[in-house]
Every structure is written in C-alpha cells, then in structure tokens.
C-alpha cells in the first residue's frame, strides 16, 4: 500500500489576488471629453433655438459641432437626451438668479417683479434663449414639473408664500398649486417677451408681478373665506 499521500486543498498555500488598480481616466481624456460636449451642446443650442427640437436630427447636431457622430452616441444617445441637459443648466441658472434677486424687506408685489425682471433679464441677455422657449414651449411644459430645480423652485416659493401671505391653515396640495401657477406665469411672461422683443423689461416684470401677487391674495382670500365659513 503506498504511503504517499496528496496533500489536501488546505495545506496547499494560495496567493493573494493581486488587486488591479483602480482605472483612472487621464486629465487629457477628461479634458478632451469636456471640449466635445461643450462641442455638442453649444451645437444643440444652436439647432435647438433656431429650428425647434422636433424638427432638429442628430445629424443637424453633429455636423455643427464638428466632432464625430460616435463621441454623440457615446455621451447622449438621443437628441432628447442633449435637450434635457441643457434645459436643466438653464433652470439650474434661472434658480440661482432668482434666489439672488431677494430682499428680505420685500413685499409680494415687489419680491415676485424682482424675480420676473431679474429672469427676464438674464434668459434675454442669453443669445437664442427666447427662441429656444418659443420654438420648444411644449416640451420644456411637459418637461418643467418634472425637474429637480423646478422643484426647488416650488420649495422656495411655497416658504415664500407662508412668510408673506400667512394664512391660517393651507393643505400642502393647494399651496403646491398656488407656487405653481405662480411658476407657470414667469414662464409666460418670458414667451410673452420672446413674441414681442421690443416691450419694456421692467414694464413687463412689475404687470408680471403685480398680476401674480393678485392672483396670491385672491387665492388666500379665497381660502380664508372657506376657514371662516366653517
């Protein structure tokens, strides 16, 4: 009988995994990454304010941004995609400049006509900005409620609301109403704005605001009424 015997999987020494390290993307490809996509959405922009986003192509995109079509798919995937990333930056933009805008001291007619002036102001000053809502209005509607900054901006306005307009007790859903109509009317003060490009800024941004600080006090009117009728 043989003496020799096989060793057993656990006498047996095993060397550690040697651990990959982990894959790092160069300066030079993220920096030739962030030069395409400025590429691709300074092209998109372009296309977007002059011919609308349904009748914009991928190609229309490419051809203006001279960089390739595979960089396109690689980054966005659809023309959609690239619209969406833009209407966030432009949101992201209208959000600070409202928050800027504020006084503390401010009453609702004035805090809302420095919001409108103050974004009036700034989508104007944007080359191809009132176009590009025009062009687009449907999709940035469907699109509007749905974005976090939209969101924010709601948050604030509702805080806002609260602190100028107390009323005795609002359920959440009717003061998410009354923030968003308030949202919806900044919007079509702009696509206002874009149809008639030479009315007055400040004319436009203190009727804005005055009709939307009426449309508050009728809506707390309205809800006190209610209050005391029960």
Not at 91 to 108: E, F, G, H, M, Y
Not at 127 to 148: W, Y
Not at 191 to 201: F, G, V
Request: aromatic share 6%; proline share 4%.
């Amino acid at each position: 009988m043989s003496t020799n015997q096989q060793p057993s999987t656990q006498d047996v020494p095993v060397e550690a995994p040697v651990k990959r390290k982990a894959y790092r993307t160069s300066k030079k490809r993220e920096m030739t990454r962030t030069f395409k996509e400025e590429a691709f959405e300074r092209a998109a922009w372009s296309v977007f304010s002059t011919i609308g986003l349904d009748a914009a192509t991928v190609r229309d995109i490419v051809s203006l941004s001279n960089v390739s079509p595979g960089s396109f798919y690689n980054y966005y995937k659809t023309k959609e995609k690239i619209f969406d990333i833009l209407l966030i930056k432009v949101a992201d933009r209208v959000k600070n400049i409202v928050q800027q805008s504020r006084c503390p001291t401010d009453t609702l007619e004035m805090m809302l006509t420095r919001s409108h002036e103050a974004v009036l102001r700034e989508l104007i000053s944007i080359n191809g900005a009132p176009r590009f809502f025009e062009l687009n209005q449907h999709h940035i509607r469907a699109r509007l409620f749905t974005m976090k900054e939209t969101r924010d901006m709601l948050e604030d306005l509702k805080q806002n609301i609260l602190r100028l307009m107390p009323v005795k007790s609002i359920s959440p859903d009717r003061l998410s109403f009354i923030a968003a109509t308030l949202l919806t009317m900044g919007l079509e003060s702009l696509l206002y704005m874009a149809r008639n490009p030479l009315l007055d800024i400040d004319e436009t941004a203190r009727l804005s605001g005055c009709m939307a600080a009426g449309n508050v006090r009728g809506a707390t009117a309205f809800l006190s009424g209610m209050q005391s009728g029960d």
